[in-house]
Structures are given as C-alpha cells and as structure tokens.
C-alpha cells in the first residue's frame, strides 16, 4: 500500500529525550496510540539527578518533559506536573512531575507502569517508554584513555569522546523492542546527540531491531550547533557514529536546516526550512511534520525507481 504522508502510517516510533524529542512528538501526537516514544533515561543532572543519588532510579526528566508536552488538555494536573518547588529547602529545585513518577514507580511493579498512570491522568494517547526500566549512567572514552562517567561530566569535555558506553549495562525495555521490530517509520532526534540520541543505541537489543526493522528510518540534526563536545561534531560525523550502532547505510533520510551542505550525504540529506519564526532554533511542529511527509513520498518514489 502506498503511503502518502505519516498519518497512512500504524506505527511511529521517536528515540531521544530533551526537549528535542518532547518536539517531535507533539508534532505527530495527532496518531495517538500509533505513536511511541522511547526516551533516554540516563540524566544525572538538576532533579533528576538529586533523585537518582537518593533513590537508584531511572532518569524520570526527560520522561516528565515528553509527557508535559504531549498534553492536549491542560489543567490543574499538567500545571501540577511541572510545578517546580523553590525556596532553600530540600525540595528547592525539585519538580513536581520527577517526584510523583518516582512515587508511582515505588508503589508499581514497574517504571512503565508509572508512566501508563500518568498517561492517563493527563489524557495522553501516544506511548511512552523508557529505554530501560533499571538505572544505568553513560559514559565516555576518551583519547586519552580516561573514562568519564555521568552526562554532565561529558557536557564538559573540550572534544568529543572516542566512544560511549552504559554503566551498568542494562537491558532494554521489552516493549521498546518491540515496538521498533513493528514500526513503519523510526525517528532518531533532534537533541542532544551524544546525551539524548546516543544513549537507547547504546543498548544493543534497540540497535539490533532497528538494524532488522524494515521501517523508513529518519535522523533530524538540530538547527543549530551545540553548546559542549557534541557542538564539534559536523553531520557527517553524527552519522557515522549512528552507522556504527544501527548499521551502514540503515538510515534513508536525514532532515538538516537549509544551510547545511554534505557532499557525502547528499543522496540521503533532505535540507527544509524547519526553524520557528519566533524562534528559529527551534524545530516548528507543522514543518516538521510536511518535512516528515516529504521524506515519505520521496522513500517510495526512490523505491519505485528501483524496482
């Protein structure tokens, strides 16, 4: 069957975390339960981080930003969610949302179980879920041979890592597999590359299914470069480096703003004017979703050819 736009499509999957991931999903909340995100859950920052130390949990931050972003109808919940305490106490800084999930968390079986109740208090049809349901930091390698361990020690490198690893290795959320195993389209990014997008290809049962999936797989580089060690990495390294977890020539399209230029990526790179007006570093959720179409029919005019 022929698929004109993402909308033809019955299942959608996003890998990422941050706020470049919370984007992609609200552009195409409109597939609700066709849609799913898996999101990184290895944070060691702000809240997150505070909770991490205290209670060896998963990373709940960028779970709470997707969710926040995925509501439709806001109200005295979302507003809850994302309440942030202030002041000097032990609760300064800590927000509401990270809290409630981990409370959940400890009176479920399961993480995911957590995330599925607050789905549903806040009326969120598309799935989420995490990368793995047990804690597990990233770590870098360095040229130097160091070892870096925890996401804001490698915000500070001065150059990028020679590779990224999981410590513990754990395993991956059994139905992020799954998901990705059944998926027509898979999403990796925009977001932090080496801390957002990285991590859930690190787990080699995820990078494995995309490896063997037969779905159209897409990358979306941000709109603009960096701050810290990933700031360095051009285009055409960041492919490279998911090549190295997802396999040669796995990805068929990659989404880049409208300056970008790579010789080497050209029959793949699809570059669009994806920026906001008011905002041009940030992805605009109606581009984004004709880019995404766009990158549809062109996989079926490109295959068509072929055959």
């Not at 999957?13 to 609200?26: N, Q």
């Not at 990368?131 to 930091?137: F, G, L, R, V």
């Not at 770590?139 to 130097?144: E, K, L, S």
């Not at 990078?207 to 990358?219: T, Y």
Request: charged share 20%.
């Amino acid at each position: 069957m022929w698929q004109n736009n993402i909308n033809d499509f019955e299942r959608v999957v996003a890998i990422g975390g941050g706020h470049g991931m919370g984007r992609v999903l609200s552009s195409l909340s409109f597939l609700g339960p066709r849609l799913t995100g898996i999101v990184t859950t290895t944070d060691n920052g702000g809240s997150t981080g505070r909770l991490r130390k205290n209670q060896e949990c998963i990373a709940w931050g960028d779970l709470r930003n997707c969710l926040n972003q995925l509501v439709t109808e806001p109200g005295i919940g979302s507003l809850l969610f994302e309440y942030r305490f202030t002041g000097k106490g032990e609760l300064a800084g800590h927000n509401l949302g990270n809290l409630m999930l981990l409370a959940l968390d400890n009176l479920c079986i399961r993480p995911l179980d957590a995330i599925r109740l607050i789905s549903d208090m806040l009326k969120i049809e598309p799935q989420l879920l995490p990368m793995s349901e047990q804690p597990t930091d990233l770590c870098a390698h360095t040229r130097c041979g160091d070892q870096i361990l925890g996401e804001v020690s490698i915000d500070q490198l001065t150059t990028p890592p020679l590779s990224l690893g999981l410590s513990p290795m754990v395993p991956a959320t059994r139905e992020a597999v799954q998901s990705l195993t059944r998926a027509d389209m898979i999403i990796l990014g925009p977001g932090s590359f080496l801390t957002s997008v990285m991590p859930p290809l690190l787990l080699d049962e995820l990078a494995d299914a995309i490896r063997s999936s037969q779905a159209i797989v897409v990358f979306i580089s941000n709109l603009v470069a960096e701050e810290g060690p990933a700031g360095q990495l051009t285009l055409l390294n960041q492919y490279r480096w998911l090549e190295e977890r997802i396999g040669s020539g796995r990805i068929d399209a990659i989404l880049a703003p409208e300056e970008q230029s790579v010789p080497e990526l050209a029959h793949r790179l699809i570059l669009a004017d994806l920026g906001e007006a008011a905002l041009p570093h940030r992805h605009d959720r109606r581009k984004l979703r004709l880019a995404l179409d766009g990158v549809i029919q062109g996989w079926h005019l490109a295959h068509d050819k072929l055959g």
